[in-house]
């Protein structure tokens, strides 16, 4: 949803990591690189001449590890520059946006806002502008870190003291997370950054222990199982969000009559939507209607004013605007992406460790 500027009267800059559908191709490929580490050294232990009794050499495991370390390390760096977009959060009177480019992801009112904040040193080091409608704006410095939970988006680098005053006048709340963020379970022994260096430690470690390498093998199936659940979860619930959207129809915003919203839907006709049921994530359309959203109407709501033209408004069930939809559609192609890369990894170490325990049984 585009948002005209004007008005504004500060603006800070962000930064965030690279979108699900570049997390979910070049982490496919580092992920890649890590079954590759067992490969190499498995490769480099069946060509040694001392193999059957003395197993690989510490240089051959190393020599094996670090082409694919330099290799996750350059992918890693090409995701975070490719990905470099322009995102901020700036304020005016009325409130405080979040922008993904020229579009707003998220619009609070500052008569609704609330704030968990996070000082350091008397300076703000992390904040959450949330309501209670469920949208939430977060933002982090290079001096703190959020307490329980971190959204898909990183922090501005510059610090909160243009933010600081009205950040300190809000009154305070428990933040919860915006609903487009957390769709994935965060348990840190599903996660593959903590999971996967174990791993490859242990393939040195196993490179000196030749009958361990079936273990290692069960053990990095295991791993991938395991680090495979949480895209599947996150894919299943972005699932089922776009199918309860199905059926939500486009409806053209035109101008805001008391607290309610005129607008046209796909046939011209004029609509009357009760604005007191909004919980679109650009709450600034209820002051300043524009663009185009997609909703599902209900009933009739309670009268909350005359109407031209004899219309009533209907109450709002479930709506998106144009961003919220990209976003959902962006995060459901990365996580199928990513979801068939990790399965291919489970299927690639459960082909490793049936080969490895074969090799095993007939080395011994």
Known sequence: MDRDDAGVLGELELHEPAPLWMLALFGGAGLATMIGVPIAIWAIAGE???FASEGPRWGDALRALAP??????????AARRVAARRLR???DDWGIHELDGLHVRTAIAWERARAELGTRDARIAWAHVFDDDGRCISMLTSEGTFPEWQP?????TRGLEQLAGR??????GIARPDARDRVRPDAWWMQSRVVFPFIVLASIGCACMPPAWALFGIALTAACVLTTLPAAIELARLTRASWSMRDLRPFVLARREGGVLVAHD???AVVRI?????????ASLVERPRGRVFARLGAIAAEVGPYRDGLVARAVEAIETEFDRRLRRRRLVGASVELVARLGLVATSGVIAWVLLWWVAHLT
């Open 48 to 50: 040694s001449s001392a």
């Open 68 to 77: 694919a370390s330099v290799l996750w390390a350059l992918l890693f760096v």
């Open 89 to 91: 959060v700036s304020w």
């Open 152 to 156: 898909d988006r990183a922090c501005t």
């Open 167 to 172: 950040l300190r006048a809000l009154p305070r």
């Open 266 to 268: 796909e046939d011209g």
């Open 274 to 282: 009760d604005a007191r049921g909004w919980r679109a994530s650009d």
